[in-house]
């Protein structure tokens, strides 16, 4: 009797853990982790650009059909990811590359980038909490002109045309009581702007990627997805204007990387003991699905990036347009 409940349990945590989804906010991880038969589904294109000189590698994801966002679990759309090793190194120079190499992503994706616009800068998370404080941080380092030229005009920037830049901090709803949506909304019906970029942390599946990684996409976002706390999406639909979506993976989930340290030990030691092997297999993922893991430095890391972030924002859209 004891031997059979023994082999019920083990059949349970077994399909507990092929049962296992691994949380993440980046398209490219998610591409990655389809399965071998589904890596050439249709309506799924990938693009890879090297740039050797600053080391950044750029990878676009494209998802055209409803099916491939299904197999994905990702909205169609372009999904564009920047991985910079040294992203977390203090080094100002290389820093300015990356807000260089953003500007160029930022103004592909963005419609009508060559033309004046008023674009509203959304910064997502929790300014309290450090790991969720990209947002915010990138807010307060962002050049705005909205202000200004509604009361003076262009000419007080000593130039014919420039972007209107507003930005908005929705907060958290624990504090608020409302939607992050139902703020943006309200902001974006009196406000009118052409478009929106909208800040947030993410949540990523290979530790490699924390902190080093830039994803830029144009279907919206879902705040708090990355720690399974959803709310309402803030896209085109919802909102009637584009909206680019700009992320930096700052956790991850504890689960994901036991699981990883798990994998890597099994392959390493094939032929385990039943009983070591069926120890190993009692870990609780349901319990560490709700622990979130970040570097020791992350209050640095953060400070830094999400400078980074704003000055590739800054570039973007919030450069004059001169006289010819």
Known sequence: YRFGNEREEEMEERQSMGNFQMRTDLALEARE????????????????RYHEEEDIRVTKVMIDTMNAARTMGKPMG???????????????????????????????LLPGADEEQSILVVGLG???????????????????????????????YNCS???????????????????????????????????????????????????????ITNTGIQPGSGVGNHRNALTQES?????????IPTVVDAATIVMDALEKLLEEEKELENARYKEKQRLHFAELNNM?????????????????????????????????
Request: hydrophobic content about 45%.
């Open 33 to 48: 982790s389809i399965s071998e038969a589904d890596s050439k589904l249709r309506g799924v294109r990938v693009e890879e």
């Open 161 to 215: 045309k420039m972007n209107q830049i507003s930005a908005l901090e929705p907060g958290v709803m624990a504090k608020t009581g409302m939607e992050t949506a139902e703020i943006v909304k309200g902001v974006v019906e009196q406000t009118r702007p052409d478009a929106l970029i909208v800040i947030d942390a993410l949540a990523a599946r290979s530790v490699r990627r924390l902190n080093r990684t830039v994803q």
């Open 126 to 156: 929790n300014r309290e909490v450090t790991a969720d404080a990209l947002g915010p941080q990138v807010v307060d380092n962002l050049f705005i002109t909205r202000h200004i030229v509604k009361e003076y005009g262009t000419a007080a």
């Open 292 to 324: 979130y893991m970040t570097g020791k430095d992350i209050d640095a890391v953060i400070k830094r990036v999400s400078f980074t972030v704003s000055e590739g924002i800054n570039i973007a859209i919030g450069e004059t347009f001169m006289d010819s």
């Open 78 to 108: 372009i999904y564009v990811t920047m991985e910079a090793p040294a992203m977390v190194e203090p080094d100002e120079d290389y820093h300015r590359e990356i807000s260089g190499r953003l500007a160029e992503e930022i103004l592909e």
């Open 239 to 247: 909102l009637g204007v584009p909206v680019i979506a700009i992320g």
